[in-house]
């Protein structure tokens, strides 16, 4: 990861936030509960911080919070789009 | 490797756009899964195989716990799901707070890549404040919905609780700034812990005055919460892909946060700090004390057989009693009688947003016959039956004009203009928010009263052996 001007990060989360405005307000009111559960698996992408948190040649404590954050990431990304998979067929089938 | 790293996170963004844009139509939505599973499958192997990673056990164990914990999660009952997102964005601020407590100490140690600029600490101090505070706050909603023993149920309020709970942030956001400021000093270390721990308590302090009507609204500001701690942890790692998709998890929570608010008729701060549901100041004026008249299962399979259409208006009832496939019978039993049976969907009827919507295609009643609030209440007075099933505070008609109550001035479906309510309710007391509800003892009004999932394969058995023909 090389260090990127502060001012790009910025710009790319002001843009982010209106594509997620946009994007979201066009969501079905009948989605709201898997939507809510498809994002926050999505959000889990900060599993990738933990993957280097804890894989990487670091003290024993720093690992171990890494491993924990990694864990509690992996736990909402499994569960995350699973279970918005199941809520998504109950609304397909029709 | 470096633009490896770049193009796939290049590419699960992209997908992770896509996954949410299909999410406009119940036809197109099962893509957005498998659009999100590949960008995250694509976006953890990039990481994975970076060279820096060389404890490769470590990342097989935690992402073989993370399956055993988040595949049982992911099966739990449709009517748990409010408890399972809460719990989800507990997991979510938890990984932020972590990761971030961990960057401070690495470069603390001197071995972190990345230099400590002011920009960056203040990503980090934002980072565990609202990761931390997610993580309590969203186990205590979770705990609250789950209906944990030791977690009140009704709002804890005291004296000065406002006061507290500012105070309390102020003093993290202070010792933030002042680490911010000085990263290096001896006490910084200290105060960096401290800001942790005032995070944790404060995550508590704000969620415990509040009730269970106040759910839909506290999970998706929980959530808009959640996604702004993974984007501020995209800002300390300098992730274009994280800041990315926190700014799509935190958008999706802050509009449907403004969609509850607006539903309720309420302001952010209202719900986070008004406390809701506290002793109603007398609501009945006196000499007025009306009584609701009961109706017999019998009576009442009468009345809907002989309505032309019937208006069904779910609410947290359903969902406690499980009822949702017992009153997909009932439809079928109606709707073969040539009844005209639609549903009254309240956004913020239930535990979260989308709850009723849910349950009910769990029990395959097709979408076409759920109605927003919007939609159905022009039709209410041309309605000959209007269903209430364990809904309360959504179809109180004191919240027009009442200014005593809690609910005032939020939109409601009107149940009250239908020529004939039947309202099945659990028990004689008032529902969750703690307000009475004249809609009972309007003169067209019906009770049942019982377990809604009891009452309704009552209603059931009339239309299919026994009672009406």
């Known amino acids: 990861m090389t260090p990127t001007d502060f001012g790009s990060m910025l710009f790319v989360f002001v843009l982010a936030t209106f594509i997620g405005l946009g994007v979201i307000r066009r969501v079905s009111r009948l989605l709201y509960t898997p939507l809510m559960s498809l994002t926050n698996a999505i959000s889990a992408i900060a599993v990738v911080g933990s993957i280097v948190v804890a894989g990487a040649d670091h003290p024993l404590t720093i690992r171990i919070l890494g491993a924990v954050a990694l864990f509690a990431s992996m736990t909402n990304i499994v569960s995350g789009f699973m279970i918005t998979d199941r809520m998504l067929k109950m609304f397909k089938k029709q | 490797m470096h633009l490896i790293g770049e193009l796939s996170a290049v590419l699960a963004t992209a997908l992770f756009i896509f996954a949410l844009y299909w999410m406009n139509d119940p036809k197109t939505a ?32 935690a992402i073989a716990a993370g399956f055993i914990v988040g595949v049982p999660l992911s099966r739990v009952p449709l009517t748990a799901v409010p408890q399972r997102t809460a719990l989800s964005h507990a997991f979510g601020g938890l990984a932020a707070g972590l990761v971030g407590t961990a960057e401070y100490f690495l470069w603390r140690g001197g071995a972190a890549t990345a230099q400590m600029t002011h920009f960056r600490m203040s990503a980090l101090a934002a980072e565990v404040i609202l990761g ?56 910084a270390q200290q105060a960096f812990l401290a800001i942790a721990a005032l995070a944790l308590i404060f995550g508590v302090l704000l969620i415990i005055p509040i009730g269970g009507a106040d759910m839909p ?98 609410g947290y009832g359903m969902a406690v009693a499980q009822a949702q496939h017992k009153v997909r019978e009932l439809y079928d039993a109606l709707t073969k009688r040539g009844v005209t049976v639609k549903f009254a969907i309240h956004p913020v009827a239930g535990r979260m947003p989308g709850h009723m919507n ?17 939609e159905i209440n022009p039709e209410m007075p041309r309605t000959d039956v209007a269903l209430v099933l364990g809904a309360n505070d959504v179809v109180n008609p004191a919240a027009r004009y009442n200014k005593g109550t809690p609910i005032y001035g939020m939109p409601i479906i009107d149940a009250d203009k239908a020529k004939t309510v039947l309202a099945v309710k659990r028990s004689k007391n008032p529902g969750f928010a703690g307000i009475d509800n004249e809609l009972y003892v309007q003169d067209n009004t019906w009770m049942l009263f019982g377990d809604a999932k009891a009452v309704l394969a009552d209603l059931v058995k009339q239309f299919g052996g026994g009672g009406i023909h």
């Open chain 2, 217 to 314: 609204t506290v999970i998706s500001i929980l959530n808009a919460y959640a996604g702004l701690s993974a984007v501020a942890m995209g800002f300390v790692l300098d992730s274009k892909l994280l800041v990315t998709a926190g700014a799509l998890d935190g958008s999706s929570g802050l509009i449907l946060s403004i969609i509850m608010c607006r539903a309720m008729n309420r302001s952010f701060t209202n719900v986070l700090f008004g406390a809701f549901g506290r002793a109603q100041p007398a609501a009945l004026a006196a000499g007025e004390q009306k009584v609701w008249k009961q109706e017999t299962v019998e009576g009442a399979a009468q009345l809907l057989d002989q309505a032309r259409n019937v208006v069904v208006i779910p």
């Open chain 2, 30 to 61: 099962r893509h957005g899964v498998i659009a999100g599973v590949v960008g995250m499958t694509v976006a953890v192997l990039a990481t994975w195989i970076q060279p820096e990673i060389i404890h490769h056990g470590w990342v097989v164990g």
């Open chain 2, 358 to 374: 849910v349950l009910l295609a769990e029990a395959n009643i097709p979408y076409s016959a759920l109605v927003e609030m919007d």
């Open chain 2, 132 to 187: 931390f505070l997610t993580f309590t706050g969203s186990l205590m909603a979770a705990g609250k919905l789950q209906e944990v023993r030791w977690i009140p149920q009704r709002p804890v309020t005291y004296p000065g609780q406002n006061f507290v709970n500012i105070g309390v942030l102020a003093i993290a956001i202070g010792l933030g700034v002042a680490v911010v400021l000085q990263p290096g000093a001896p006490w």
